[in-house]
Nanobody, 126 residues
Framework: EAQLAESGGGLVQPGGSLTLSCAAS????????MGWFRQPPGKGRWDVAL????????HYADSVKDRFTISQDNAKNTVYLQMNNLKPEDTGMYYCVAGRPLAGTCTVVVGWYQHWGQGTQVTVSP
């Protein structure tokens, strides 16, 4: 059974940094898209960063460009999200996702992804 295990969330002051990790196991063949969605309090889930692990292609939401970096460690089947210069609006539950590409790209359509982690909470507050 496919599993995604997140870690690394927590409470941080504005301007601080956190690194999230997502360890994957038993993913179906072809699950080349991995990444992160987040859900702010009382709102829906939106894309943050996605990575095509087959070619290294990345996507970032406009709100996190130049602050967040997604990366992979193939040996550990792990994807990371380095988050710098965190802002209060980055607060939310962060979910790791995995799935097949859609039309050759890692889609931002939340309903496309079959595999989700349980989430890790990130709170940015003074």
């Amino acid at each position: 059974e496919a599993q995604l295990a997140e870690s690394g969330g927590g409470l941080v002051q504005p301007g601080g940094s956190l690194t999230l990790s997502c360890a994957a196991s038993e993913l179906p063949d072809g699950s080349d898209c991995m990444g992160w969605f987040r859900q702010p309090p009382g709102k829906g889930r939106w894309d943050v960063a996605l990575l095509d692990i087959s070619n290294g292609g990345t996507h970032y939401a406009d709100s996190v460009k130049d602050r967040f970096t997604i990366s992979q460690d193939n040996a550990k089947n792990t994807v990371y999200l380095q988050m710098n210069n965190l802002k209060p609006e980055d607060t939310g539950m962060y979910y790791c996702v995995a799935g097949r590409p859609l039309a050759g790209t890692c889609t931002v359509v939340v309903g496309w992804y079959q595999h989700w982690g349980q989430g890790t909470q990130v709170t940015v507050s003074p």
